[in-house]
Nanobody, 129 residues
Framework: EVQLVESGGGLVQAGGSLRLSCAAS????????INWFRQAPGREREAISC????????YYANSMKGRFTISSDKAKNTVYLRIDSLKPEDTAVYYC??????????????????????WGQGTQVTVSS
C-alpha cells in the first residue's frame, strides 16, 4: 500500500520559515515525481513544485519560485518543502502527491493535480500577521 504522509505544518508568524516533510512508503522512490500542492480555503489547489525521484531534478511553478525550495532524501524516501519569508497568504493545506515516472511540465502546471497517482492527507500551515 502506497502512503504519503505529510508533516511539519503548524502556526507560524509572518516572516518565518517552515520545512514540510513528505514521507513516502510502498513505492519505489526512483519511479516517481513527488509534488507539493497547496489549497487555501475557497481557492483552487495550486501546484508548487516537483522533484524527480530518480535524479533529483526540481521544477517550480513560476509563481512559486523564490521562497519555496524542494529537496529529497532518498535514503529516507522523504521529500521536503522549505518555505521562507512566510506570508499570511501562504495559509493553506499543503499536500504532497506522487506521479508515476516523472514530473509534469511545470512551465504551465494547470491541471497537473489531475494526473497524480497518490496523495497524502495534507498538513495545515497557518501564517499569522
Amino acid at each position: 500500500e502506497v502512503q504519503l504522509v505529510e508533516s511539519g505544518g503548524g502556526l507560524v508568524q509572518a516572516g518565518g520559515s517552515l520545512r514540510l516533510s513528505c514521507a513516502a512508503s510502498g513505492l519505489n522512490f526512483d519511479d516517481y515525481g513527488i509534488n507539493w500542492f497547496r489549497q487555501a480555503p475557497g481557492r483552487e489547489r495550486e501546484a508548487i513544485s516537483c522533484i524527480s525521484g530518480i535524479d533529483g531534478t526540481t521544477y517550480y511553478a513560476n509563481s512559486m519560485k523564490g521562497r519555496f525550495t524542494i529537496s529529497s532524501d532518498k535514503a529516507k524516501n522523504t521529500v521536503y518543502l522549505r518555505i521562507d519569508s512566510l506570508k499570511p497568504e501562504d495559509t493553506a493545506v499543503y499536500y504532497c502527491a506522487a506521479q508515476y515516472s516523472y514530473c509534469s511540465d511545470y512551465s504551465d502546471p494547470t491541471g497537473v493535480d489531475g494526473v497524480m497517482d497518490f496523495w497524502g492527507q495534507g498538513t495545515q500551515v497557518t501564517v499569522s500577521s
